[in-house]
């Protein structure tokens, strides 16, 4: 990356609080919100991190279709569940302390799910499990997300990436995590992309005749008009499995909307019929499996480990240098960045230099 300035992981944090709080959020919230990001980073998830702050969250609190101020609803409990309705207010604060009820059910009861609707978008899927595993837990999040998907054999946008993110504990330095969208790529990542200035690889995405379409901006405005598609994993068609991903993409749908009685498909464009903005509805699931209820937790994580490194020693192909175990990346993406901090290109330097200006902050930014 050319014209990169890095900056330390705390004082990125620092400053994400601080606008929040300017932005009505409340302190103990606006903390939770900047953790969340700054752990995307951390582990290297760009798309998910800091690059999303101004446009996700500062943009649309300033445009009135999030709430600064959340008012966390619960409408239905049982002993291991809960239905939460988020009323459009900060989706990492709403996801937080509806994790933090799965993972407090499962301690009781041995497993706990909570399910949530009106919500908005909860930053990288991976902070939820990272949390269950902290207490020796299994931990399963979903989430749905505004169209992007086409169907396979279609090419209507109708399904959100849909990412479904499961952590598990190891006896390693880093647990199993595997953190993906149900698509071959996802917006952030191709927001990534335009701030690069890079065109896209062909196969991400689709128009409306079906033809793959490289032109990053052109996909990112055609996105939202409904005139482009990304790809399901596996890509179109069924020889190469495109269905799968279809199919598991469907998978969080339902269960993102149908457990809650939330928002699906259209309902999540985050326009009413007159074409004005206004908030997206999301609905998100989290579940929490207690390892001890089923055995000890050192016995769990050494097998889950023995797996895990059986999986790295085995056979290469010609020409690869190493097999990786998900979750591994993430933590080199920690090694080389910990001293290091945020990598800034000179798009999201502006975004910053924006909310600095806008929110007047008395930051100094070391760019």
């Given at each position: 990356?050319?014209?990169?300035?890095?900056?330390?992981?705390?004082?990125?944090?620092?400053?994400?609080?601080?606008?929040?709080?300017?932005?009505?959020?409340?302190?103990?919230?606006?903390?939770?919100?900047?953790?969340?990001?700054?752990?995307?980073?951390?582990?290297?998830?760009?798309?998910?991190?800091?690059?999303?702050?101004?446009?996700?969250?500062?943009?649309?609190?300033?445009?009135?279709?999030?709430?600064?101020k959340t008012h966390f609803e619960i409408v239905r409990e049982g002993p291991g569940t809960a239905v939460i309705d988020?009323?459009?207010?900060?989706?990492?604060?709403?996801?937080?302390?509806?994790?933090?009820?799965?993972?407090?059910?499962?301690?009781?009861?041995?497993?706990?799910?909570?399910?949530?609707?009106?919500?908005?978008?909860?930053?990288?899927?991976?902070?939820?499990?990272?949390?269950?595993?902290?207490?020796?837990?299994?931990?399963?999040?979903?989430?749905?997300?505004?169209?992007?998907?086409?169907?396979?054999?279609?090419?209507?946008?109708?399904?959100?990436?849909?990412?479904?993110?499961?952590?598990?504990?190891?006896?390693?330095?880093?647990?199993?995590?595997?953190?993906?969208?149900?698509?071959?790529?996802?917006?952030?990542?191709?927001?990534?992309?335009?701030?690069?200035?890079?065109?896209?690889?062909?196969?991400?995405?689709?128009?409306?005749?079906?033809?793959?379409?490289?032109?990053?901006?052109?996909?990112?405005?055609?996105?939202?008009?409904?005139?482009?598609?990304?790809?399901?994993?596996?890509?179109?068609?069924?020889?190469?499995?495109?269905?799968?991903?279809?199919?598991?993409?469907?998978?969080?749908?339902?269960?993102?909307?149908?457990?809650?009685?939330?928002?699906?498909?259209?309902?999540?464009?985050?326009?009413?019929?007159?074409?004005?903005?206004?908030?997206?509805?999301?609905?998100?699931?989290?579940?929490?499996?207690?390892?001890?209820?089923?055995?000890?937790?050192?016995?769990?994580?050494?097998?889950?480990?023995?797996?895990?490194?059986?999986?790295?020693?085995?056979?290469?192909?010609?020409?690869?240098?190493?097999?990786?175990?998900?979750?591994?990346?993430?933590?080199?993406?920690?090694?080389?960045?910990?001293?290091?901090?945020?990598?800034?290109?000179?798009?999201?330097?502006?975004?910053?230099?924006?909310?600095?200006?806008?929110?007047?902050?008395?930051?100094?930014?070391?760019?």
């Amino acid at each position: 990356m050319t014209n990169v300035v890095w900056w330390s992981f705390d004082q990125v944090e620092q400053f994400m609080k601080d606008a929040f709080v300017s932005l009505g959020v409340p302190e103990e919230e606006a903390a939770i919100c900047a953790e969340i990001l700054i752990v995307a980073d951390k582990r290297g998830i760009d798309s998910h991190g800091v690059n999303r702050f101004k446009p996700i969250y500062v943009d649309r609190i300033l445009a009135g279709i999030q709430e600064p101020k959340t008012h966390f609803e619960i409408v239905r409990e049982g002993p291991g569940t809960a239905v939460i309705d988020g009323h459009n207010g900060m989706g990492h604060v709403i996801s937080h302390r509806a994790n933090e009820m799965a993972i407090e059910k499962a301690a009781k009861y041995g497993l706990g799910m909570t399910a949530v609707r009106n919500s908005t978008h909860y930053g990288a899927a991976c902070y939820y499990p990272l949390k269950a595993i902290e207490r020796g837990m299994i931990g399963l999040t979903g989430s749905n997300a505004r169209p992007s998907i086409a169907p396979t054999w279609g090419v209507e946008n109708l399904l959100g990436t849909n990412p479904m993110t499961w952590g598990m504990p190891t006896d390693e330095d880093f647990p199993f995590m595997i953190d993906c969208a149900t698509s071959v790529t996802q917006r952030g990542k191709i927001e990534k992309y335009e701030r690069d200035g890079k065109s896209l690889p062909e196969g991400w995405v689709i128009g409306e005749n079906g033809d793959y379409r490289t032109d990053t901006s052109g996909v990112l405005r055609d996105l939202v008009a409904g005139t482009a598609s990304l790809t399901p994993l596996g890509g179109l068609g069924e020889e190469q499995g495109g269905y799968k991903g279809y199919g598991y993409a469907m998978v969080i749908e339902i269960l993102c909307s149908a457990l809650a009685q939330g928002a699906f498909l259209k309902g999540l464009l985050g326009f009413d019929e007159q074409g004005n903005k206004k908030p997206y509805d999301l609905g998100h699931f989290f579940l929490a499996v207690d390892v001890k209820a089923f055995t000890e937790v050192d016995a769990f994580k050494k097998t889950a480990g023995d797996i895990c490194r059986e999986m790295r020693g085995s056979k290469k192909a010609p020409g690869a240098e190493r097999i990786w175990t998900p979750g591994e990346k993430e933590h080199d993406a920690w090694l080389e960045r910990k001293n290091k901090g945020v990598p800034f290109n000179a798009a999201l330097q502006k975004d910053f230099h924006e909310v600095k200006k806008k929110l007047a902050l008395p930051h100094d930014l070391p760019f």
